[in-house]
């Protein structure tokens, strides 16, 4: 068992004032088999009404209306995750022949269909083991370069240049997977240090998700807080929003976790 | 005395000036930009006896009991894709399967509430479905109004005739909104008045007595949908029936560039805080590549022999109906299961060599994607044009509205092609409509 404090802040500044500005936040950890997640605090500013619901991923969100004129949003969520790393993650078997099949953001074309082809054959392999071979293949192909993509930039575009970030891994390997028909999962989620939210994958093997984190080439130890998880990132959006004015707009994402001793 | 034919259609101009007085017209977008157009009207009912209606109701009842337990089903335990029943990758990667309605529960389990099945007559007398639509099937609004004009216009024509009335749509339509009504007004929520259906959108409002709306009149608070009225005061809605694409339905959950939605109205949806109709996700079950599995869903859920045919369908998806596909090519109509309104119709045996060669391509390429019907050959209708009768294609969309029980309403939209070498009756492609009579005794 592992204890970490976690932070999330996150603040969305708009160049000119918004109104009837309605949300939806998918930025708070829950407590699965994994994972026991508490609370200390939850602030959204500003809210004139706000609840809770799950999504159909099971994944937490607060959604709710900020009615008055304002020119910045606010997201303050602090807490303690413990976490254990034997526990197996059971998967639900009616619902995971939903993430065998590409979404537009996961889907493979030429250039990632072409590396599946030149790996070795895995026939001998089991789902997990040709998944985790196909990650290393992956990690010794691309390179973690930030500022290349952006939230929409799709599997097949970010393979094609071989650089882009978490998100990019995660959808690649996505990607992967899903040419083989291995039931896997897109993680958005938090890890030790300070910046922002990280991004991984979960594999089925057997009647277990198992999470590995394409990005470092690894299977997922206890330092990772899962927040949530669906078919590809925009499952796993952690602000979904509109509203009335606001010009240009600027996020600013702070995450902290840290081992609690 | 009741009228010959040739006294009737010469009723044809007058009636046709009232609809057009009344604003019966259908919007199309061509070039992206929006056509007004009237719907032309054909005297000349379609007349379908007692007994065969008897049999449609029976075969209409079954299928969209077992579209409404499909529905339920894919969205919950999905038994019928654990038993090998219907392919996975036909619900999953289908435009129509909406992955937040999973889990969600509607209220009185009901997800189909408006069916429009089009059926067709074949030319030994038999009929066919050729497609489900669950969607946001529209038309019936056409022959109720086209009814009523013509009772008030031509009386004689009625006179001596056993027909069902088929003014009860607004009360079916009204029994179907009332039943899974979550406590509030019911209320039919249109785009607006650009919208290709917005004549019936308004009318039957104005039947039903639900409020017509726009997302401008809705609001969500607390957990609850409100109606805001003119002077600022706020009723709770507990029915919507939406005449809005899924896509567009919500832009905080979906498409978020949607002007014409309701932010939030889909989360509350999900908590059972207002029902929806016809429940989002439907598009699931009205796929070109789901149409195949319906036999077998009656069958699954129903444990009953289909009371009514498909048109004999192959996919190609699977490689015994791919060699038929290839062997039979001019002879078959090809489909592609992400079009719609008779658009993405290929008959095989009108492509030239490299068309055809290139169609091949790509369904090889993706055999999901299309699906391959025989041809069938509908009976012809006559039609009044130019002062003559004349025989044209047409079908029948057939309206089943479910609250406690299916019901079909006794009547429904005959559309027939204007061009004699067609077979395509969409109204979007410019056919026209009849009234259907359906004989009471």
């Given at each position: 068992m592992t204890t970490l404090r976690f932070s999330y802040h996150m603040r969305l500044n708009f160049e000119l004032p918004v109104r009837e500005h309605h949300f939806k936040l998918r930025c708070f950890p829950s407590s699965d088999d994994r994972q026991r997640i508490s609370y200390e605090r939850v602030e959204i500013y500003p809210v004139h009404f706000r609840t809770e619901e799950r999504d159909s991923f099971g994944n937490m969100c607060i959604y709710g209306t900020a009615r008055q004129i304002h020119d910045h949003f606010t997201v303050d969520v602090e807490g303690t995750a413990e976490t254990d790393i034997n526990a197996k993650l059971r998967a639900e078997p009616h619902k995971t022949g939903l993430f065998k099949y590409d979404t537009a953001l996961t889907k493979a074309g030429e250039s990632i269909r072409e590396f599946h082809l030149s790996l070795d054959p895995m026939n001998w392999m089991t789902e997990y083991e040709r998944a985790v071979y196909m990650m290393n293949e992956l990690y010794e192909e691309f390179t973690y370069t930030p500022g290349v993509t952006g939230i929409m930039t799709t599997a097949e575009e970010a393979f094609s240049m071989r650089h882009g970030v978490c998100q990019d891994y995660a959808h690649i390997f996505l990607a992967l997977c899903r040419l083989e028909r291995i039931p896997c999962r897109y993680v958005a989620g938090m890890i030790p240090g300070e910046g922002a939210t990280h991004a991984w994958a979960e594999v089925l093997d057997g009647e277990a998700w198992r999470p590995v984190d394409p990005t470092h080439n690894r299977v997922c130890d206890d330092t990772y807080i899962k927040i949530s998880c669906g078919r590809d990132a925009q499952d796993c959006a952690i602000n979904q929003g509109v509203f009335y004015g606001g010009g240009k707009q600027t996020q600013e994402v702070r995450v902290i976790v840290k081992r609690k001793r | 005395m009741a009228l010959t034919a040739e006294e009737l259609c010469s009723y044809s101009d007058n009636v046709n000036e009232q609809l057009a007085r009344y604003g019966v017209k259908f919007g199309i977008y061509k070039n992206g930009e929006f056509h007004e157009q009237l719907f032309p009207f054909d005297v000349i009912p379609r007349v379908i006896s007692h007994d065969e209606f008897a049999y449609l109701e029976r075969g209409l009842k079954q299928r969209v009991s077992a579209l409404n337990e499909f529905l339920r089903d894919i969205y919950s335990r999905r038994r019928i894709i654990a038993d090998g029943v219907v392919a996975e990758e036909f619900v999953y990667s289908g435009s129509g399967y909406l992955v937040p309605c999973d889990g969600v529960s509607p209220p009185g389990g009901i997800y189909s509430h408006i069916s429009g099945i089009d059926l067709v007559q074949g030319r030994d007398g038999s009929w066919?479905?050729?497609?489900?639509?669950?969607?946001?099937?529209?038309?019936?609004?056409?022959?109720?109004?086209?009814?009523?004009?013509?009772?008030?216009?031509?009386?004689?024509?009625?006179?001596?005739?056993?027909?069902?009335?088929?003014?009860?749509?607004?009360?079916?339509?009204?029994?179907?909104?009332?039943?899974?009504?979550?406590?509030?007004?019911?209320?039919?929520?249109?785009?607006?008045?650009?919208?290709?259906?917005?004549?019936?959108?308004?009318?039957?409002?104005?039947?039903?007595?639900?409020?017509?709306?726009?997302?401008?009149?809705?609001?969500?608070?607390?957990?609850?949908?409100?109606?805001?009225?003119?002077?600022?005061?706020?009723?709770?809605?507990?029915?919507?029936?939406?005449?809005?694409?899924?896509?567009?339905?919500?832009?905080?959950?979906?498409?978020?560039?949607?002007?014409?939605?309701?932010?939030?109205?889909?989360?509350?949806?999900?908590?059972?805080?207002?029902?929806?109709?016809?429940?989002?996700?439907?598009?699931?079950?009205?796929?070109?590549?789901?149409?195949?599995?319906?036999?077998?869903?009656?069958?699954?859920?129903?444990?009953?022999?289909?009371?009514?045919?498909?048109?004999?369908?192959?996919?190609?998806?699977?490689?015994?109906?791919?060699?038929?596909?290839?062997?039979?090519?001019?002879?078959?109509?090809?489909?592609?299961?992400?079009?719609?309104?008779?658009?993405?119709?290929?008959?095989?045996?009108?492509?030239?060599?490299?068309?055809?060669?290139?169609?091949?391509?790509?369904?090889?390429?993706?055999?999901?994607?299309?699906?391959?019907?025989?041809?069938?050959?509908?009976?012809?209708?006559?039609?009044?044009?130019?002062?003559?009768?004349?025989?044209?294609?047409?079908?029948?969309?057939?309206?089943?509205?479910?609250?406690?029980?299916?019901?079909?309403?006794?009547?429904?939209?005959?559309?027939?092609?204007?061009?004699?070498?067609?077979?395509?009756?969409?109204?979007?492609?410019?056919?026209?409509?009849?009234?259907?009579?359906?004989?009471?005794?």
């Open positions: - | 066919y479905v050729l497609e489900d639509n669950l969607r946001i099937p529209s038309g019936a609004s056409y022959p109720l109004i086209a009814r009523e004009l013509c009772r008030r216009t031509i009386p004689d024509a009625f006179t001596g005739r056993a027909l069902e009335d088929n003014s009860n749509y607004a009360e079916l339509l009204r029994r179907t909104m009332d039943h899974v009504n979550t406590g509030g007004h019911p209320v039919i929520l249109t785009p607006g008045r650009f919208n290709a259906a917005y004549f019936e959108h308004s009318y039957l409002a104005e039947q039903t007595g639900a409020r017509l709306v726009t997302c401008d009149d809705l609001v969500v608070e607390n957990d609850r949908l409100y109606f805001t009225d003119y002077s600022g005061r706020k009723e709770q809605v507990g029915a919507v029936y939406r005449r809005i694409s899924d896509e567009y339905l919500d832009p905080v959950n979906f498409c978020s560039e949607s002007l014409i939605g309701v932010p939030h109205i889909f989360d509350i949806y999900r908590k059972g805080n207002v029902a929806i109709i016809n429940a989002p996700g439907n598009g699931a079950a009205d796929d070109k590549g789901i149409y195949y599995f319906v036999p077998k869903m009656i069958r699954y859920y129903l444990h009953e022999e289909p009371i009514l045919h498909n048109a004999p369908t192959y996919l190609p998806y699977y490689e015994q109906d791919m060699s038929y596909v290839l062997a039979n090519f001019d002879r078959l109509v090809l489909k592609d299961v992400a079009e719609a309104g008779g658009y993405g119709v290929v008959f095989g045996s009108k492509l030239s060599h490299e068309q055809k060669e290139e169609f091949i391509r790509m369904m090889k390429a993706e055999p999901r994607r299309f699906i391959a019907q025989e041809v069938i050959d509908f009976q012809d209708i006559d039609i009044y044009e130019d002062g003559v009768r004349v025989p044209r294609k047409a079908d029948l969309r057939a309206f089943v509205l479910m609250s406690d029980e299916a019901a079909v309403w006794k009547c429904g939209l005959t559309r027939f092609s204007r061009n004699p070498d067609s077979f395509i009756v969409n109204s979007s492609q410019g056919g026209g409509f009849k009234d259907t009579w359906v004989m009471s005794e």
